[in-house]
């Protein structure tokens, strides 16, 4: 099936630092979504993205669809001890008539104080 | 408030026996979908409907069984016939027009063997 490499798997930064993450696929998709889950919760929809090449912002959290539809990026800006977490990315494509959601296999951010 | 409500929060299971997941939500959305999240991977679809009355297997659906009687229930089954229930289940909704609209999550139930 289909499949989406999401990197790095987990990483440890010191507050203050900015934190960069992607998915990668060789399938084209629609649109894309960024998610961040927290232990014990469901996940928390961060960014939606619906067009090749669309760069949005929420707050210290940027991402961008990828021109050839088939990678997206997560980068948080001066990172804080709350964005600890587990980031997910999900591309959504349309398989036999019928919308259908691949998510990746998550990053889990660990922020230093 | 709007939103998805999953219970129970924590679920045991024991042999040979069925046990009901629950999800409701109030968000009018038409769509509503099950996954399963295990330690590492990415979520996992089991089932998902996109109108009353109509379901659909994701990729995972052997063990597992759901209904859509009601647009804002929709009930998960997990069977005796799944051998590794151990897991963290997620429900989730959209609204269903163009199908991009984004997945919203409930908080999940843990379903763990006894």
């Known amino acids: 099936g289909q499949q989406l490499n999401q990197s790095p798997q987990s990483m440890f930064i010191q507050e203050g630092e900015d934190v960069s993450m992607n998915c990668t696929s060789s399938s084209i998709f629609n649109t894309w979504l960024w998610y961040k889950q927290d232990p014990g919760e469901g996940p928390v929809l961060l960014i939606a993205l619906y067009k090749a090449g669309e760069l949005t912002s929420n707050g210290r959290l940027t991402a961008q669809f990828g021109i050839t539809r088939k990678d997206s990026f997560l980068n948080i800006s001066a990172s804080i001890p709350s964005d600890v977490g587990i980031y997910f990315c999900?591309?959504?494509?349309?398989?036999?008539?019928?919308?259908?959601?691949?998510f990746g296999t998550g990053t889990r951010l660990k922020v230093l104080a | 408030d709007g939103g998805i409500t999953q219970s129970p929060k924590y679920l045991f299971r024991k042999e040979g026996q069925n046990v009901t997941l629950s999800c409701e939500q109030n968000l009018n959305h038409d769509a509503m979908y099950w996954y399963r999240q295990d330690p590492g991977q990415g979520l996992r679809l089991i089932y998902y409907s996109q109108i009353v009355n109509d379901f659909q297997k994701g990729d995972i659906a052997e063990g597992y069984s759901v209904s859509r009687e009601k647009k804002e229930s929709f009930p998960l089954t997990v069977t005796s016939a799944q051998k590794n229930p151990t897991a963290f289940y997620l429900c989730?909704?959209?609204?269903?027009?163009?199908?991009?609209?984004?997945?919203?999550f409930g908080d999940g139930t843990r379903l763990s063997i006894l």
């Open positions: 999900a591309g959504q494509l349309t398989t036999s008539g019928t919308y259908k959601y691949i």
């Open positions: 989730a909704s959209s609204i269903y027009d163009s199908g991009n609209q984004p997945q919203h």
